[in-house]
């Protein structure tokens, strides 16, 4: 089970209210430097999610539909177009066919937000109006980060004043792996000036960190610097996200929230391709945060294939392997 709290199938999904702002904190290099990650600890912990998916279908469902109102529809390709945003978009706000929808007994299901590149946010928020679904946009040179700072700066201007609610910023990795703890808080705390309004997700690209170490240090500086949300990945990374890493940033949000009071929303993003990734993923966030965590406000799937996954497995529960009706074309 991924928390003791089992959702209603009836509970309408759909756009929730913002979580409050982080305003961060000073940083404070003495609690960097004192954190500390065990590996083989972290691999031991979450190798038993596994046995602690739901039991039975029905169960299982209810999660899934929960897991569809947390993802981030994403397309971040070279060739995206308008029309691939609209379609997206039509997804996003109707994820889920009505026979299906019916036959689980859900209400309104939507997404929590697209996320897109900065050209396709015109495109997208059109194509969105009316939802209440907000636009996220990567940016600050995603996905590598390597672009004029001044250059990366613009870019989440320009993104904010296209209309974007949400920023999606990546991090200079040798910040990190160079241990400048100073130049990583205040690239992040200048970024997060520039969002104003928007809430700051902060990629730290986990993959190209090195050590879970470095994970948790990330994380902190990341937090201390005013990102709303930490994420683990840009989807482009030989390594995305994985569970030894989402336990490392689980517990330095509950490290943060027990030191400030303020709660930070988390994002694992990359390669969460199957309905069991979501399920894992909504356990350990179930665990080690609770369920506030299993809710839009403080937790996104940063994903461009989750949805047809988690489609097709509801189709199984829904309606049997191999007896599920035809499938409308993918969005
Ligand atoms: O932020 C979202 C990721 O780029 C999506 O990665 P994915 O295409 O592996 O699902």
Not at 116 to 122: N, S
Not at 152 to 165: D, F, K, N, P, Q
Not at 259 to 272: M, N
Not at 317 to 322: E, M, S, V, Y
């Amino acid at each position: 089970m991924p928390s003791e709290e089992t959702p209603s199938p009836a509970r309408t999904a759909g756009p929730q209210p913002a979580q409050d702002r982080n305003a961060g904190l000073p940083l404070d290099t003495g609690w960097v430097a004192a954190t500390r990650v065990n590996r083989p600890a972290a691999e031991r912990h979450v190798a038993g999610l596994a046995a602690r998916r739901p039991a039975d279908p029905a169960t299982e469902a209810v999660w899934l539909l929960r897991a569809v109102g947390l993802i981030d529809l994403t397309t971040l390709s070279g060739d995206d177009t308008p029309g691939r945003v609209r379609r997206l978009c039509a997804k996003a706000r109707n994820p889920l066919r009505a026979d299906l929808r019916a036959a689980l007994g859900a209400g309104r299901v939507t997404t929590a937000a697209v996320c897109v590149y900065h050209e396709m946010i015109a495109p997208a928020r059109a194509a969105l109006e009316g939802s209440g679904l907000p636009v996220a946009a990567v940016s600050t040179g995603f996905p590598a980060g390597l672009s004029p700072f001044s250059t990366r700066l613009a870019e989440i201007e320009a993104s904010v004043a296209a209309g974007a609610a949400e920023i999606d910023i990546v991090i200079s990795r040798r910040h990190v792996l160079l241990g400048d703890w100073q130049a990583l808080y205040d690239e992040i705390a200048t970024f997060r000036a520039a969002c104003g309004p928007a809430h700051m997700k902060a990629i730290l690209a986990t993959g190209e960190l090195g050590t879970l170490t470095n994970v948790a240090r990330a994380s902190l500086v990341a937090m201390m610097a005013g990102a709303d949300f930490i994420k683990t990945s840009t989807g482009k990374e030989p390594v995305n996200a994985t569970l030894p890493v989402g336990l490392t940033m689980c517990r330095m949000i509950r490290a943060y929230r027990e030191a400030t009071g303020i709660d930070v929303g988390f994002k694992p993003a990359g390669g969460i391709s199957t309905a069991t990734d979501a399920l894992d993923w909504l356990g350990l966030v179930g665990e080690e945060l609770g369920p506030r965590w299993q809710e839009p406000a403080l937790f996104r799937f940063g994903a461009s294939s989750l949805l047809g996954a988690i489609e097709r497995r509801l189709d199984e529960i829904a309606f049997g392997a191999g007896n599920t009706p035809r499938r409308h074309a993918p969005g």
